[in-house]
Structures are given as C-alpha cells and as structure tokens.
C-alpha cells in the first residue's frame, strides 16, 4: 500500500472515533442530567408524602385520643346507669358488665 492511502485511511478513521467519541461523550452529558433531575424529583416527591405520612399519623393518634376519653365517658355514664338499676332490683342486660379486655396504650 502507498504511505498516502495508509494515511487517509488512518486519518478517516481518527476522525471517525474522534466524532463517535464525541457523540458518546454528549449522549453520557445528557443522561447523566436527567438522571439527576429525576432524582431531584423523587427527593421531593419522598419529602412531600413522608410530611403527608407523619400529617395523617398525628391526626390519627389525636382522634384516638379522643375516642378513648370519649369512650370512656361512655362506659363510666354507662356504669352509673348499670349501678342504678342494679339499686332499684332491675337486673341488667346482660347480667355481666364486661370489663375492658383490650390494651390502648399502644
């Protein structure tokens, strides 16, 4: 082969991996952008439905909390109007008052 054609050759395919390169190069630049946009995204999106989380949780313990003295109310009035029958010989219904036979203390 002559030197000229071995150097058109050679110099053709430096230019051909010189722009593949650069191409691979580009394509890597933008990938890499939108991988960290995206991240960026799921960071926020997390933070925002972990606030929701502990929102719907504290709004959940304070109604426990209140239907537990509201219950309680209610099983002490309960109780008064049991004893007062018990008082005037009116059995109740049911004969047994049920005690409390679950922990809320959770």
Not at 1 to 27: F, S
Not at 48 to 76: C, H, P, V
Not at 78 to 104: K, S, T, V, Y
Request: glycine letters at 6%; one cysteine or more.
């Amino acid at each position: 082969m002559e030197p000229a054609l071995i150097t058109a050759i050679v110099g053709g395919l430096v230019a051909c991996g010189g722009g593949a390169w650069r191409l691979i190069d580009r394509a890597d630049k933008k990938r890499e952008r939108r991988e960290v946009a995206v991240e960026e995204l799921l960071k926020a999106r997390v933070a925002t439905l972990e606030g929701q989380l502990q929102k719907q949780a504290d709004t959940f313990d304070k109604e426990r909390r209140r239907n537990k003295r509201y219950n309680s109310r209610i099983k002490a009035a309960a109780g008064r109007w049991r004893e007062q029958l018990l008082i005037n010989d009116i059995q109740p219904d049911p004969a047994e008052w049920p005690e409390d036979d679950h922990d809320d203390t959770e």
